[in-house]
């Protein structure tokens, strides 16, 4: 027998195994994993530079399975081949009744690609579909900055490819000729509800990689020696290739085919029929395993040694160095240009730094970065297309790199889904949003970022595997402390999310003082009312103090600059000015106060908690000051909350 | 003279106005403004169906700019046709005076389009880039159901064309044959930073298009006849078409071209050396307007009026009418189930109830209202593309329409830029998102929503002009709940976001309990601790109430299925509770007991207040009750901490 025998062999094998799967857990897509059985057997078996033993190599070729829910064919294979995975406190090669315990609470097989659990293979959680191609094409950027030659493929459903972020995934490719990625359709005609459009066959998507510049080998998914010849033809390629498999949901199985049985479970009594029909199938096409017809081939690359890094200058020392002595001697900076200027020092300081941008590298001052030639090769143009941009750092945090994403934080919106995926992932990645809150002015709100304090704070409450907060949410008042905190992300191993506001605004510290994750800086020490600010409105705060001084209140003013930061900390010093507080936000609902009210309202002290913030949809203004005037937020209106607060008995 | 000269003459007018707008308003886009002059031109003066005494009629033309920073070329079209729009109180013509206060904050000519400030000319919010086509198809579809000839214009940037959404678009106008929609690109080749990608060039644009099947005219599109045309080819094409113009940014003056100025205003100097090279154009194409020219055609539609409709039935009568009796009489039944049911009644009640989901139908049940021929037509399958989706239902909802757009709660995160542009247009629009929470179970968390209370939440706090909140959050616990509340949204004339669960749940309710936007349920009423629940957890609140009993702890619980909510009555119930408060949510932090601290915080009496919520990223687990144990909201964790609380001296 030979290579074809030995394919059909394994994939049917690998087919049963994933029904079987399926059934004992009673729910997932056995079907889906069918139309991929081929595919994922050359891949794996024959043609990825991967090691069983050591799931995680940092040189090995990679699969970002895109069509999540397909996973049940990939863990078959692990099971096979001994894949390592971790076990309760065990590490250990993956077995057959391992995987029988798919969607288990206790087991790291889990409904689609979760890696945190502790299954390394995978690089990226998936399962919200069109992602998985800019994960991949994130990973082969950060393979050739670090010269490994790594292949990495990425299974895509021909439903799923309807999301427009993979096109976005295919242009980047294109534009940054990213040809180790490998995109693989897998056109089996079905989505969930129904057959797919007309637009998502496999006759359209040829003409639609075409037009932007791809090579395509369209082939019939379930012919193993087209699977190896495309491969073989996309590895030898030198510019981007794609892969368009002809496949059947349920292939091998008359059962399995009839319906449209998408992410539908046997009963046991099925189970046993398509077993008993894939095994016809086995002796029809004569398929048998024959020990050497595949191997998997040995990978090249050693894993990379973390690179040689440099301390990083003072912000002041940094800026001297790239000529802004003026600025600093001016004693007003914008957030968002100290910004650049840490991502430039970074960027010099740390190999691994990347920068990646989505056309507004002039706003977010990631142009700073982009502009140094030393570093241009790091930075990413990554267009007007923010879920693209997201996957691609969220690939490149996984491929070793410290990804910076920069955008307005009105426009990271665009990239929601993807970052908690990325969260979920694991993933190391930096995101800093731009024209942060009202601020802003003359835009108006579509350029604003108003909810993004509520949906990034949600998961500063959530704890990782290893403890650490899912999310650090920061906002710097100054260009001192924006420059300490994006160093402080590249410290950190995690995500984290930075706003940056658009307007220059005075230093209020410098160069010696700390700003730590969770860390807040006290300006202003009283004893009648605390207030919590937090990036631009520390300024409206501070303006506020004087009045309030003049009508005898004396106020503590705390730069509230980290989510989460210390509870303990804040509530005594709530209770130092008689449990009167007031925060002070320039987004909508849910951000800073809200965390801070759940700290007050667990405790049984009586607390007084009066929130500021933005409840009305903003429109252009001339001035920041105009804005802050008509959401409600400036010094004067912060001095009217705050003496009403004093002047309600406690 | 004639057509060609005056289109040259009205181009240039309106050009000069731009460049003094935004010289006075010191920021704007001029040079974008410039490159769509002709096109702005023929399209308002020739070809649009529109009446500038009535810009918001609902049978006119329209014309949605997708590039929303190009708005000032748009308001000096309003200023010279006198289109009407409020300032202040007053609705009237808008004039040269008016336009000049560009992004002032008491003008409603704001930086980008935003009609809820009194410019009905605009149906939607533009600015966050790449959505427009989607509002537009979106309209398209609203106008082909009420039988209207309209047709639908939208202007695209090269630029935002990036976005994957625009194709998402493009595809949705070819699977419904939207043939009304007239997709305009204007390619002057420049985005924010940089020129355009090579894949945003006129050729491979033209390349994509024709690749799913768009009609394509490439045109000059400064040359006002070719404009003509093209918009000629459109208005008589049956199959959609769209046009490709090549443009420049800055036409007509050497100084705006001078470098990329995207995004700056002239100083009074370089405005009034635009102005003269803007003079020197004019005369060097002979350009002068002649009345009679262009005419703007007249609108053929009259205004729809509003259709005949009928009372909804009860939830058990509609089970029954549509043959769900067996399922009534078991007492459970899932929200996502009865979620289908109400929007089929709704659907055959109200003949403006129109239905988008994204290939999950059948996990939403939206696919009972599809799977009716009554009102097949009026459903419309958006496959796996949630950002469209979210911009048709805006659009449908500018069309006179009341969308429901339905997808898992974890996918229309897809869409989140797209729903607070919506909102930011006044759009009416409801939003349903499956699988909340998660009790979803086996799939894990790629399937979850599980920050979407806190950013849906965020609007909650949020009014709209007319006083109303940017949004409803609704969360039944129950079928008759989940039944009722879908009734609501659709009687509401704003936006809603409804969560609804997978499983099936006890019937708590019947159909004389009375639901209404803004309500809560008191399900048990004790009187020394307050529990605030809200959809799955309640059942688990309800579990835990018979084990408080036997503690001797006498528990009133409460259904928070809405925010915002009556914060003086929870305030209330908090003290008749000795002000000890439970929340329990199957979300991340931000959410409902974040609202809940916010209120009691508020209040100088003493609260205590502990937050039940989802701490950890879940994983697959068999069984929703798995899941409820691993996240720690089981009826046993809500016991614990419950008399962990009673235990507290208050």
């Known amino acids: 027998m030979g290579f074809i025998e030995s394919v059909h062999a ?34 794996l078996y024959r043609h990825m530079r991967h090691d069983p033993a050591n799931p995680g190599h940092r040189g090995s070729d990679r699969l970002v399975l895109s069509e999540g829910h397909a996973v049940p064919i990939l863990y078959a294979a692990a099971a096979d081949l001994g894949i390592v995975a971790q076990y309760a406190d065990d590490w250990r090669p993956t077995t057959r009744e391992d995987v029988l315990k798919l969607r288990q609470i206790d087991s790291p097989i889990d409904g689609h690609p979760h890696p945190i659990l502790g299954f390394p293979f995978f690089d990226a959680a998936t399962g919200s579909l069109g992602q998985g191609l800019s994960i991949a094409a994130g990973i082969a950027a950060a393979a050739r900055l670090d010269g490994l030659d790594r292949r990495i493929y990425c299974l895509i459903g021909d439903g799923e490819s309807r999301e427009g972020q993979v096109w976005e995934a295919m242009e980047f490719i294109i534009d940054h000729n990213l040809a180790t990625a490998c995109p693989i359709f897998n056109c089996n005609l079905y989505a969930q509800s129904a057959k797919v459009s007309p637009l998502q066959t496999p006759e359209v998507t040829e003409a639609k990689l075409k037009a932007i510049g791809f090579g395509v080998r369209v082939i019939n998914g379930h012919d193993p020696q087209q699977i190896a010849d495309a491969l073989d033809a996309h590895a030898a390629a030198e510019r981007p290739l794609a892969v368009i498999a002809k496949t059947i949901k349920g292939w091998g199985s008359q059962t399995m085919q009839a319906g ?7 009963t046991k009594d099925e189970c046993a029929q398509v077993l008993k029909e894939l095994d ?18 040995p990978i090249t690359n050693a894993e990379p040694e973390a690179p040689q890094t440099q301390d990083l200058p003072t912000f002041s020392d940094a800026m001297r160095q790239f000529g802004k002595e003026s600025a600093l001697a001016k004693g007003k900076w914008a957030t968002r240009r100290a910004y650049g200027i840490a991502l430039r020092a970074l960027g010099l300081a740390n190999p691994n730094v990347v920068s990646l941008d989505g056309d507004v590298r002039g706003s977010t001052f990631a142009g700073e970065f982009a502009g140094d030639e030393q570093l241009a090769e790091r ?39 993807q970052i908690e995926m990325a969260i979920n992932s694991g993933t190391n990645f930096k995101l800093v949003g731009s024209h942060a809150g009202v601020s802003l002015a003359a835009d108006g709100p579509s ?37 300490q905190l994006t160093a402080r992300m590249a410290e950190h191993d995690g995500p984290c999310y930075m706003r940056t506001h658009r307007p220059d605004t005075q230093f209020l ?27 631009y409105t ?50 909508y609902s849910g951000g800073f106060g809200a965390a801070v009210a759940e700290a007050l309202a667990a405790d049984a002290n009586a607390f007084t908690c009066k929130q500021m913030y933005v409840e009305r949809i903003p429109k252009s203004g001339l001035s920041p000051a105009d804005l802050m005037q008509h959401v409600g937020l400036s010094a004067e209106d912060i001095v009217t909350q705050a003496t009403a607060l004093v002047e309600v008995p406690t």
Chains 1, 2 share one sequence.
């Open 509 to 535: 510290y410098d160069d010696n003082t700390r700003f730590v994750l969770g860390g807040h800086e006290l300006i202003s020490e009283g004893k009648d009312l605390l207030i919590l600010a937090s990036g």
């Open 447 to 483: 350029q604003m970022g108003l909810p993004d304090v509520a949906w990034f704070g949600a998961f500063t409450h959530v704890k990782r595997p290893d403890g650490s907060p899912a999310m650090y949410l920061l906002q710097p008042a100054d260009a001192f402390a924006a420059y």
């Open 538 to 587: 520390v300024h409206e705060a501070n303006r506020a103090l004087d009045a309030l001084e003049q009508a005898e209140i004396e106020a503590t003013l705390v730069d509230l600059y980290s989510m989460p930061f210390d509870t303990a900390a804040i509530v005594d010093l709530a209770l130092q000015n008689q449990g009167r507080v007031l925060t002070v936000e320039d987004n």
């Open 260 to 266: 449209n049985c998408h992410g539908k479970a046997f």
């Open 10 to 43: 394994k994939a049917i094998d690998l087919t049963k195994l994933a029904v079987e799967m399926t059934a004992a857990s009673g729910s997932g897509h056995p079907t889906s994993g069918a139309s991929l059985a081929h595919l994922a057997t050359v891949l």
């Open 379 to 417: 930075f990413f143009e990554c267009r007007i297309a923010e879920q693209n941009m997201i996957g691609a750092a969220a690939g490149m945090g996984a491929g070793g790199k410290i990804p910076f994403a920069s955008s307005f934080a009105k426009f990271l919106t665009r990239g929601y889904d």
């Open 280 to 297: 016809e199938t086995a002796s029809k096409l004569g398929a048998q395993w024959t020990d050497g017809d595949l191997q998997i081939p």
